[in-house]
């Protein structure tokens, strides 16, 4: 090799090393911004065909518009609503919210993976060994996920005006453009926010908590704005709320981009300021003294479990009641034009009958039969990584038998099941008390009683596959959850065999209250997941423990 | 216990196959109550592999083990009560503290010498207070090696114990490998270090490709191994390159220095013709008799 050659290769070299932490972060930023882009833009499309199809009738429309347009906890829980008698007015009320605030969490979990997670799992030092410093390390990330976010609302757009141009839902190009845009906005400000948390804390569990307290009180400063007590003006001081007063399609509000863009560009500084300032593994927060922790929860492998999971559980717990609380507020309006619209005929065909009320919670209460699936599935997965990463080797070199110590973990999980299932029929029968939707608490714990067997069958077959061939316990519990799901949207929109309906877990149960509770059903599902749990169980204490 | 009283670990025909990876293969030994074995051998010799065995945390595709007289796969508990581990990978709990982790190991295993512990933490200079997550890879291991150490089992089983460790530290693993052997614990001690198995073993056990190639006291090992000699001559040294087990390492002008690994009488044979002023030969370190072991 010449001496030209040399330099060329060494320049090359130094070319590569430079960009490095671009092109690993945007391949991360990139698929999943995808993903989410893909799920956002048909979860559009699905409101708008639902919309087009339910509410076909000028009188429904209006029965839509009156029950939801005036109703004081929809306002507060998903904004004000404008115009429901159009499609651009139902999309707002419909997939708005829901899509902030997926779109945040999104943006937590990415940011702080790309952010701090990295850096924990020691990749920046690779990076900081070549060419690159740590500001420059940062800042590239940082271009990764602005270029993540143009993905995600570029994805939502084209698939938006696909659906638009292809079933005419007549909302031209500029109501779809600065739809993506709006829907973008929160994620932008949760980029922005995360990446000063990744240097005020010095983990990600810390900057993800922090983030997650953020975004609660963000929505909660907007949702009481909301409530009409006169204290409107919390929506300004609140992100979210900005993002709210861009009022996407009805009546927009571009202007409304200018705070969100300067608490972004705020964010952005002083979060550079604070990487230049800062080494490796550090943090403006030093978070590397001990917390006080009971000694109970040291006592044992039961107690330890029970501190290790018990923020997971709590998540899980708080979006459960608050589901429940939700369905306590709405369960009346809904149940209203429920009966106005050619929904029911969705629900008649997913088996779902009775008054609009009864019709709407039977019909909710599968969206808490997914919620407890999926709170099942987390913990499963959970025992499935800490196999991986050898701190299962830790508790079985010790006298504790694979049985009590996986057991112990699924009994947690159950018992933090029924509890927040009691704590979330309290609270809808509580709420529905109070807005005359006519949900007494036997109805409620019935209804949360009857959602349960499909976790707990989920519970089994995930346990069953975590015995039988562990790489897969993700997949199969993911892939049940996942088949149930779309075998339920698929009944929705038409006429399905009964074959394919019977395998969903969702199916199995009634739609209780809209129906009666069918015993044999769910002392069937109960019994396959029990047997599921047994075998997994027996399975797991005879096979290798495979570590990284 | 019978059998049991004076091995504490009992290998036989223990196989271990990863789909088409042999990953032990017929191995069989047994070590005495008491014992502090060094185990060695290259990466993937099957170490760990013995290790996980062992600990019944993976079960052999044929052959048996046995730790103080009880089947691993089927008596765990009760031989996990009598015995602790230090894994290689050493995964703790990042949010908890030192002391915390050693209060819930502690409580885990059952039996815990406070006193004991405490002295370890002082022999270690370990600052139990910070958070797991934010000791150095060193002081992480002076965490599992004190869990490992203030229960006082009955059988330690160490897997490259004192990686991280700086020497000092070493030296205070060695003190403690010399107390628990003082107190007849027996001790399976996994390591690359040589000169540290050399130092605090009684016995060493070397495997190649899952196979034991070499087993038994130290000192009658190095009889069995390549020696080194240094020969110098009066007059112009003979051409001794024939004789078998013989490899020339230096010649000048009256010296040859080289390694031997054969009969002697044939090489005092090669120079009894010759005017020999001094004939050195020295036993070989563990080193070179690993070296000799492995090297292909």
């Not at chain 1, 699905?46 to 429904?60: D, E, K, P």
């Not at chain 1, 007063?245 to 979060?271: A, D, E, G, N, Q």
């Not at chain 1, 015993?519 to 169980?537: A, E, P, R, T, Y």
């Not at chain 2, 002391?99 to 933490?121: S, V, W, Y």
Request: net charge neutral; hydrophobic share 45%; with cysteine.
């Amino acid at each position: 090799m010449t001496t030209t050659e040399v330099s060329t290769a060494k320049a090359v070299n130094a070319f590569n090393g430079t960009f490095e932490p671009f092109k690993y972060s945007l391949k991360q930023w990139t698929r999943s911004s995808l993903m989410y882009g893909v799920l956002f833009g048909f979860t559009l499309i699905g409101s708008a065909v639902s919309y087009l199809s339910f509410y076909h009738t000028s009188h429904s429309r209006e029965v839509l518009s009156q029950a939801f347009g005036h109703n004081v906890a929809t306002i507060a829980l998903f904004g004000p609503t404008y115009d429901l008698n159009q499609l651009a007015g139902f999309l707002v009320l419909k997939s708005f919210f829901t899509l902030i605030i997926v779109g945040s969490m999104w943006a937590i979990f990415a940011t702080t993976k790309s952010l701090r997670g990295d850096e924990d799992r020691g990749f920046f030092e690779h990076y900081l060994a070549g060419t690159v410093t740590l500001k420059r390390v940062y800042l590239q990330i940082l271009c990764s996920a602005i270029v993540g976010l143009a993905i995600l609302s570029i994805t939502v757009f084209m698939i938006l005006c696909a659906g638009d141009y292809l079933r005419h839902f007549g909302l031209g190009l500029y109501q779809c453009l600065y739809y993506c845009l709006c829907v973008v906005a929160a994620p932008s400000i949760f980029v922005a926010l995360g990446s000063l948390a990744c240097q005020i804390f010095a983990s990600r569990k810390s900057a993800n908590v922090f983030l997650g307290w953020a975004l609660g009180l963000f929505y909660a400063l907007r949702l009481v704005g909301d409530s009409g007590i006169g204290l409107h003006w919390l929506d300004f001081i609140s992100p979210i709320g900005w993002v709210e007063l861009l009022h996407p399609m009805i009546r927009p509000k571009p202007m409304y981009f200018m705070p969100i863009v300067i608490f972004s560009i705020l964010c952005f500084l002083i979060s550079g300021a604070m990487v230049a300032s800062r080494d490796l593994g550090e943090a403006f927060y030093d978070d590397s003294a001990p917390r006080k922790i009971s000694r109970r929860y040291l006592r044992s492998d039961l107690t330890y479990s029970i501190y290790r999971v018990k923020t997971a559980l709590y998540s899980w717990f708080f979006a459960i009641t608050l589901t429940g609380a939700v369905l306590g507020l709405v369960a009346s309006s809904a149940g209203s034009t429920l009966n106005q619209s050619s929904i029911k005929t969705v629900f008649d065909r997913i088996g779902i009958s009775g008054s609009g009320t009864q019709s709407f919670l039977g019909f909710s209460f599968v969206i808490v039969a997914v919620l407890f699936s999926f709170m099942s599935l987390g913990q499963i997965n959970t025992l499935r990584e800490q196999e991986i990463d050898g701190h299962l080797d830790n508790f079985l070199a010790l006298p504790e038998s694979r049985t009590r110590w996986i057991l112990n973990r699924i009994t947690v999980t159950i018992v933090s099941e029924l509890i927040a299932g009691i704590v979330c029929a309290i609270i809808m029968a509580a709420t529905g008390y109070f807005h005359g939707s006519g949900i007494s608490f036997s109805i409620s714990i019935y209804a949360i009683l009857n959602s349960l067997p499909p976790s707990i069958f989920v519970i089994g077959l995930a346990t069953l596959a975590f015995g039988l061939i562990p790489s897969k316990t993700v997949f199969t519990g993911y892939f049940v959850i996942g088949w149930s799901m779309i075998v339920e949207i698929v009944a929705g929109f038409g006429k399905a065999s009964q074959y394919l309906l019977d395998t969903s877990i969702f199916h199995q149960i009634s739609p209780y209250p809209a129906a009666k509770i069918d015993v044999i059903s769910v002392v069937l599902m109960f019994v396959i997941g029990i047997l599921g749990l047994i075998v997994g169980v027996y399975y797991f204490g005879l096979r290798d423990i495979s570590s990284r | 216990m019978g059998s049991g009283d004076n091995i504490a670990i009992k290998c036989d025909r223990l196989t271990k196959r990863f789909k088409n990876v042999t990953a032990l293969d017929d191995l069989t030994f047994e070590i005495g109550a008491g014992r502090t074995i060094g185990y060695l051998g290259p990466n993937g010799a099957g170490k760990t592999t013995t290790l996980r065995l062992l600990l019944g945390l993976i079960k052999p595709t044929s052959g048996s083990a046995q730790i103080f007289g009880l089947d691993v796969q089927k008596d765990k508990m009760n031989i996990h009560s009598q015995l602790s581990y230090v894994p290689g990978d050493n995964v703790l709990w990042p949010e908890l503290s030192g002391m915390q982790t050693l209060e819930l190991l502690g409580n885990l295993h059952g039996t815990t010498d406070i006193k004991f512990r405490d002295e370890l933490i002082e022999q270690f200079n370990l600052e139990p207070n910070k958070k797991i997550k934010s000791y150095s890879k060193g002081n992480r291991q002076k965490v599992s090696l004190v869990a490992a150490f203030m229960t006082r089992p009955k059988l330690l089983i160490l897997d490259e114990p004192t990686s991280g460790l700086d020497p000092l530290m070493e030296l205070e693993f060695r003190n403690c490998i010399r107390q628990a052997k003082e107190n007849g614990q027996t001790v399976l001690l996994s390591s690359h270090i040589l000169s540290e198995v050399e130092a605090i073993c009684d016995d060493v056990y070397m495997l190649r490709e899952g196979k034991l190639v070499k087993s038994g006291k130290l000192e009658d090992l190095k009889h069995y191994s390549v020696v080194n000699i240094s020969i110098v001559f009066r007059s112009e040294p003979p051409d001794i390159s024939r004789v078998k087990g013989v490899t020339i390492l230096a010649t000048s002008a009256d010296t040859i220095r080289l390694k031997f690994n054969g009969d002697f009488n044939e090489l005092f044979r090669s120079i009894s013709q010759a005017d020999v002023r001094s004939f050195l030969s020295t036993e070989p370190s563990l080193e070179e008799l690993f070296m000799s072991l492995y090297d292909k």
